[in-house]
């Protein structure tokens, strides 16, 4: 291995690897913005207890 191959290896690790922690950072970012900004639209669901087989909100927030 030649000075000039070890030199180009060397300032491709410099470059990927922040990049690389840039994108996995920037996701993280969007991940956290998006859980706390975005607020669900309530489902229609049945709201007193009973009614056979259907499930039912534990308590609706709608």
Same mark, same amino acid.
């Given at each position: 291995?030649?000075? +000039? %191959?070890? &030199? @180009? @290896? %060397?300032? #491709? #690790?410099?470059? #990927? !690897? =922040?990049? /690389?922690? /840039? $994108?996995?950072?920037?996701?993280? !970012?969007? #991940? $956290?913005? $998006?859980?706390?900004? &975005? +607020? =669900?639209?309530?489902? =229609?669901?049945?709201?007193?207890?009973?009614?056979?087989?259907?499930? @039912?909100?534990?308590? %609706?927030?709608?």
């Amino acid at each position: 291995m030649n000075a +000039q %191959s070890k &030199s @180009r @290896r %060397s300032w #491709l #690790l410099w470059t #990927l !690897i =922040p990049a /690389a922690l /840039a $994108v996995f950072a920037a996701a993280n !970012i969007h #991940l $956290v913005y $998006v859980a706390v900004t &975005s +607020q =669900p639209d309530c489902v =229609p669901h049945l709201k007193e207890a009973g009614g056979g087989e259907t499930y @039912r909100a534990a308590k %609706s927030a709608c």
